[in-house]
């Protein structure tokens, strides 16, 4: 069988949050983008479901919003925390301008879905699914392009620009020899799912205490869960079995006791390995990294995807206008590192210390059970002024990105 041949303007690697929004950008600005997705269909547990305040204006800016709200969705308008007992809101998001003062958490399928459909209406933006990049194409020290296996054989997509958006196990990236900084996380996350309780208490985003921490993201009809444990600890975790890993997850969330039981194997529970890196260049002649693939984000606030779109969105802005005329330069690419490194570079800090000092096993016992009286006089003076910038901070990031007018359907 000869190998099939597809040549295209922008060939994106991975179909998750950063890689479709930014096909579909570029393809309603009238740049042909090929999507490559290797999984065949966008149906994966255990994805990351928040969308953010900034995500959630660029539905707006799109017209897509009363499609979006159509989808089942709840929303976080508070972040609370259970500190060893001790109820605290660090984050309300009321705080924020503007109509968008909300998480929505909604299931990433049913995302990708929206904008996948919403780019199929356009003649330009072709997504193929079941295709895995397996490595880059050169011209010369020029990337030009992406070879790909699909169902139907291999394949060679010739582009000007090849875009990794292939997650933080990039395939691409590591055809590249790019390698990035690993700043190093103590602790890996244990997910899974738990019915909702009979009497449910207030939206609470973790409680920790001085053991565990437990993650208790409310959903529709059920808590999406995590455990935080030292990394490494899953196959000991396991050894110990599940009567115990449940008996954990009372000890720190005694509301769970009445759900608890739903968990039955080792099956319904995922190991999620915590990472933080970036790259120190995020791109190559004829080549941009975006998203996980440029830089992992801890789960921490849940910012991740948030990071991701707004990579896409920066790209596109910078890049539609060299697309169009069929080549982007070095220094373009450059341009969109520039732009996106700095918001990262302050984020990933943050993370790193929320993880040293609280987000860990055993990272509430900095407070009493119950607080001591000056822990309460401290809290109260501190987390007023502590909302002011967390919203913001949690719910835009530092460099919230828009739609250019160059961005505009052609």
Known sequence: MSMRKLTTTCCIAGGGPAGIMLGFLLARAGVDTVVLEKHADFFRDFRGDTIHPTTIDLIDQLGLREKFDAIRQSHIHTLDVVVNGNRLTPVNFSKLRGRNDYIALMPQWDFL???????????????????????????????????????????????????????????????AGL????????????????????????????????????????????????????????????????????????????????VVESITGWDQVKLLTVQVN?????????????????????????????????DAVAAANLLVDDLRAGSVSTDELARVQKRRLPPVARMQPIQLRLHDVVAKPGGGGFLANPMTWWQRSIAAIALPILRLFTARIVGRGFRPEVLEKQLNPR
Not at 226 to 233: E, Q, R, S, Y
Not at 285 to 294: F, N, S
Request: proline residues 6%; hydrophobic residues 45%.
């Open 113 to 175: 879905s929206l904008l996948a459909e919403e780019g199929a209406t356009y003649p330009n933006f072709h997504l193929m699914m079941g295709a895995t990049a397996t490595g880059l194409l050169h011209k010369g020290e020029r990337v030009s392009g992406i070879a790909a296996a699909t169902q139907d054989g291999d394949i060679e997509i010739e582009a000007a620009l090849t875009v990794a958006a292939d997650g933080r196990d990039s395939a691409l990236r590591d055809a």
């Open 278 to 310: 970036r790259l120190s260049q995020w791109w190559q002649d004829g080549l941009l990294c975006i998203g996980d693939a440029a830089h992992a984000m801890s789960p921490a606030f849940g910012v991740g995807i948030n990071y991701a779109i707004q």
């Open 179 to 258: 390698v990035p900084t690993d700043y190093g996380v103590a602790i890996d996350v244990l997910w899974f799912r738990l019915p909702r309780t009979k009497v449910d208490p207030p939206d609470t985003l973790a409680y920790l205490d001085t053991e565990s921490m437990i993650i208790t993201i409310p959903r529709e009809g059920y808590y999406q869960s995590g455990l935080l444990i030292p990394k490494g600890d899953f196959a000991k975790i396991q050894d110990d079995g599940i009567p115990a890993f449940r008996a954990r997850i009372v000890r720190v969330a005694p509301f769970l006791a009445e």
